[in-house]
């Protein structure tokens, strides 16, 4: 057994580096060092176990290899470098256990898909990108990397950072919609949360920008499907969130599923050599998606695992999750000449510098401590933060004549809906412990905690999907003794996420039946929608008078809907994706181009887009939802077309004024759009927003700076540029809702 005494190493190194006066440098250059002295007394055997992952035994979120043999034994051998899916400090430590009996004693890694949230469930990502609130977003990944590292884990699998133009698509669910700019901010603020103070702080996880790249283009909206598309849009609208990630320190990568324009991204050199590594100089190391390697025999892309694993680790996947291909091939590969040695050294070093950077080789067990694990866990102040950015996702679509907030001096509410006491529902998919209740609470329990002396009738209805009217008579009568109705409809956790595409996103046709009837009791009806994705809900869209897009809230969704509907919170949630009125329509998104005939209206011919048998526009647009006040937009009195050099900034400012009766939170968004191109240019791109909070009456003066970066743009030659000429700017309430409108020219 070999002892290796890294303190000695890193001492003297970091004693050289100091010298040279610059702190992080040092603490780099003594890491490196000691990879590359590990490395040198590792065998082509040891050096190939750290590219292998295995799932655990808690829980597969793939398809599980069949005789997996023995994990622990082959983790004493040095035969694995990273686990994921194993739940608690107590059955992590029996892993690392076995890691430290390897010759080496290299800790593991252990990995989960830490979504939205550990023991706290927060709002599903496309929720709390709904609140538009970064600093919100930041903190919900913050507690879920706390939760997280007092149990063991050291590596989420999160951020995804998808973009996502096709509601079919399940996996919209865990992402922040079609967004680039926005897609990017969130990126951002995503990584900070879960990384922290950095690498090696004992509450920090590795984060990892997924999945790399262009999954959420898939043709159809079907789950691993190809994707094909043009340099231009990658690079203009789905590589951005990536390489915000990066920019943030995002210290892994997971590459996707999906081949892209024929090359599956496992084994695709121009994304993972050429961007990541080449262009944009990642240091951090690629794991692939769940088997993706070996699936590149599926895929046509190669005959066997000997090839896949030949052709992933020069395509640039360091790590392989659950094909064995690595583990397998490798050693044979090398024997071959089929692949150097200098490729798995450099896999290698990527890894294990994760895990000095982790400390892991400090103190393999400092993640893994059972009594931080008790006391981390749901604390009150974490639970009131998940409150806070469950109520900021909310979206309020429809208010006719103010039915909302709901005031206490009703008598009675028939809370309705077979989503109206439901709890785990709430959580959605992703949530990593669906059947543990304690601390989640339902809407009706919201709201009987804030009811006063409102009485509270319940009848559920209905289920999700089922076509049973049996609970229909229950729920009538409920209404009719009524004043108001409060109705929660909408998905089941596993309608949504992944492998859960569908052709039908319409809200179940037996739940809609249950608000056609409360509605023809003359009674006021709300419906709160709960779901993963974009539902298609038009009669409930055109006949309910007020209605709220609640996502799947988490952990505390009941509280923070109760919060709402009692207007001790207004909403502010503005969607982040466009919500289509049919699958027909499918993808319907807001940047798109003008066209040689642009579509002038909703119902024209001989224009863009216009089916015959639907309005051209979306149901609810990119960046719309309401709130219980109103907010004027006044421009100034004079504003004349200036000229903007491309290295100055443009002011551009207005005041905003709430004119209504109730505090609130405008989000005021920025469009841009370059009215001549070469290449085109959509017709509008969000370039900034403000979360803006205004008292009743309160005005303020609100400025946008417009700089070059806002006006830079991919060619097709993927170079950024800007060009001279003439730009409109909109400022709006959404990317439909443009309350002025200014243009200038950029001028050389
Ligand atoms: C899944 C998902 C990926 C996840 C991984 C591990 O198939 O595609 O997002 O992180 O496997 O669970």
């Known amino acids: 057994m070999i002892k290796i005494n890294w303190k000695v190493i890193g001492m003297l190194t970091l004693a050289g580096c100091l010298v040279t006066g610059n702190k992080a440098l040092a603490q780099q250059d003594s890491i490196d060092l000691k990879v590359e002295s590990l490395l040198g007394k590792m065998t082509l055997a040891e050096k190939i176990g750290q590219l292998n992952q295995y799932n655990g035994d808690w829980e597969a979120t793939g398809p599980v290899t069949k005789d997996v043999g023995n994990k622990i034994n082959e983790i004493k051998q040095g035969r694995v470098g990273a686990v994921l899916n194993i739940m608690g400090t107590t059955h992590i430590r029996t892993f690392q256990d076995a890691a430290m009996q390897s010759r080496l004693k290299i800790p593991l890694l252990f990995g989960q898909d830490v979504i939205h949230g550990y023991r706290i469930t927060f709002p599903i990502p496309l929720g709390e990108a709904s609140s538009w609130d970064m600093k919100a977003i930041e903190q919900s990944a913050r507690i879920a990397a706390t939760e997280a590292s007092a149990s063991g884990i050291n590596w989420t699998f999160a951020p995804m950072v998808d973009i996502a133009r096709d509601p079919r698509w399940g996996r919209v669910m865990e992402g922040a919609g079609e967004d680039p700019y926005l897609g990017s901010l969130i990126a951002t603020a995503r990584v ?164 000095f950077e982790m400390g892991l080789f400090d103190d393999p067990y400092r993640f893994i401590n059972a009594k931080r694990e008790k006391t981390a866990l749901n604390t009150p102040e974490n639970i009131e933060a998940a409150r806070d950015i469950a109520r900021k996702s909310i979206v309020l679509l429809k208010n006719e004549h103010q039915l909302l907030p709901l005031s206490k001096d009703l008598k009675t509410i028939a809370v309705i809906g077979p989503l109206a006491n439901a709890k785990k529902e709430l959580k959605g998919f992703w949530s990593l412990e669906i059947d543990k209740n304690e601390n989640n609470v339902s809407l009706l329990e919201g709201m009987q905690k804030q009811a006063g002396q409102t009485k509270l009738i319940y009848a559920q209805g209905c289920n999700i999907t ?46 809609e039946q249950l608000i056609k009837e409360m509605k023809a009791t ?161 017709v509008k791109e969000l370039k900034d927003f403000r979360k803006i909070l205004l008292q009743p009456g309160e005005s303020r003066r609100v400025t946008f700076n417009i700089n070059k970066n806002m006006l830079s743009f991919y060619n097709d030659k993927q170079e950024l540029i800007t060009q001279p000429g003439d730009f409109q700017v909109m400022i709006g309430s959404a990317s439909n809702d443009i309350r002025l409108q200014r243009t200038f020219e950029l001028v050389n």
């Open 192 to 355: 900070k949360g879960f990384q922290g103070n950095g690498l090696g702080s004992i509450d920090a996880v590795m984060a990892c920008a997924k999945h790399f790249a262009a999954y959420g283009a898939a043709i159809g909206g079907r789950d691993y499907n190809s994707v094909d598309m043009g340099l231009h849009t990658l690079w203009e609208i789905y590589l951005p969130p990536f390489k915000a990630a990066l920019d943030a320190g995002v210290a892994t990568f997971m590459n996707s599923f999906n081949d892209l324009n024929g090359i599956p991204a496992t084994g695709n050199n121009y994304l993972q050599r050429d961007i990541l590594k080449g262009k944009w100089g990642f240091k951090g190391f690629v794991v692939s998606d769940w088997g993706s390697i070996g699936e590149m025999i599926n895929h046509g892309y190669v005959k066997d695992n000997y090839e896949a694993a030949e052709v992933a680790l020069k395509a640039g996947s360091d790590m392989d999750m659950e094909s064995r291909s690595y583990i397998n091939n490798l050693s044979k590969l090398v024997a071959d000449n089929k692949v150097p040695v200098s490729l798995i050294d450099d896999a290698a070093k990527r890894i294990l510098r994760k895990k």
């Open 466 to 511: 089922d076509n049973s009217r049996v609970g229909f008579a229950d729920a009538i009568a409920a209404a009719q003794k009524a004043d108001v109705i409060v109705m929660a409809v909408g998905e089941a956790p596993d309608m949504t996420g992944e492998a859960k595409s569908k052709s039908n996103i319409r809200l179940p046709d037996i739940q």
């Open 522 to 682: 003359g009674k006021p009806v709300v419906v709160l929608l709960m779901a993963g994705r974009p539902m298609i809900f038009n009669w409930t869209a055109d006949n309910v008078p007020a209605i709220l897009y609640t996502w799947w809230l988490g952990s505390q969704g009941g509280n923070a809907m109760a919060d709402v509907l009692y207007g001790n919170y207004n909403p502010s949630g503005k969607l982040p994706i466009t919500f289509p009125r049919s699958e027909g329509q499918i993808p319907i998104y807001y940047n798109h181009y003008n066209t040689g005939r642009p579509a002038q209206g909703d119902n024209d011919l001989y224009y863009k887009s216009a089916y015959i048998d639907l309005p051209n526009s979306p149901r609810y647009a990119f960046g719309y939802g309401l709130s219980y006040t109103t907010f004027e937009y006044q421009d100034d009195p004079f504003y004349s077309k200036i000229a903007m050099k491309d290295n100055q900034t443009l002011a551009i400012s207005f005041v905003l004024k709430n004119t209504g009766k109730y505090a609130g939170e405008e989000v005021v968004q920025l469009y841009i759009r370059d009215l001549v191109s070469q290449p085109l240019r959509p």
